[in-house]
């Protein structure tokens, strides 16, 4: 007979008594939580936005203008987040037994040390925030909530480009991956946001001059603000880029629908790639609605610079048919038809 565990059932359950979760919020990953706070609140899409909603975003977003601006001092040097810099030590550091500088001194900071541009309008902004996270906390606000949920949007605006340009491109690894997975709510939730979206495409007007182009619809966000390179597409509106590649040409497909004209993909005939689409509009002609546009090599057609080839039925320009020949034919038809024939 086999000898019983002289073992208690309950210490054996002591034993391997799980851990209690643990609170991990370093810098980067605590502001873009708060961040991700200020849009739920303010999120249109959700729910009406109340007074309540207005006041945690003016909050959290006061929180998150303190921690992010912080996390990028931090990224500079550490002493820097202190109060005073010249009393700053390692070992009060390590242990956060210190006072850390305020929303002021962190601007004057980027500004003088890190040389990150942020102007006196900006700053007023700030500094106008930071005047209504303290009547909420101390004293309660009373005012007029479209003109407070206004100044957060305009802070939003300009805290969203201070991630995307000065503190998102220094992650690298693991917490790059993170603060990604972190932010694809709030880039999601900012695009129903009417002070947020209305400050944003204002800005925009000024950025895209001179790219209109080249500039079109954005399938991630849907506003006016994809600018094609000839290295890639990026949105200036929700920063999503892309390769220029297939991926961009039906992706951008998914934007039509029964009532837009075009949605079709085909063959290049420059390029050669699956990145020809019909109905593209830009924004230097938002009147036109035949475009064909490459997302590859960016070539350009209107309709009656193509026809189909009567081979193969992909678009191929006019000019090719330089022989006289009433069929139209691209050049790996004609070859095919023809085996000494060169374009």
Known sequence: MEEESSTPAKTVRRLFKPEPPKLDFPPVRNGIDYLASVVSHLD???????????KYAVLHLQAAVEVLFKARLLREHWSLVFENPGDATLEKFREGKFNSCGTTAAVKRLRDIVGIPIDEKELGWLKELAADRNQLQHYGLTHNANA?????????????RFLWDHLLPLLKGPERTTAEQDMAPVVEGVANISSYVTRRLNRLRGELKGLENQTVQCPFCEHMALVITPERGTCRFCDESWHRDEMLAFDYLGLFDGDKPGGDVSDCPQCNETTLVSGVVFLDSPEVLDTLFCFGCMARYTPDELVLCAGCSRPW?????????????CTDCRQQTDPEYTA
């Open 44 to 54: 249109e899409n959700e729910s009406a936005v109340d007074e309540r909603d207005l």
């Open 148 to 160: 407070v949920e206004t100044r957060a949007g305009r802070v939003l605006d300009f805290l969203m």
């Open 317 to 329: 320009p006019l000019e090719a048919e330089v022989d006289g020949s009433t069929t139209n034919l």
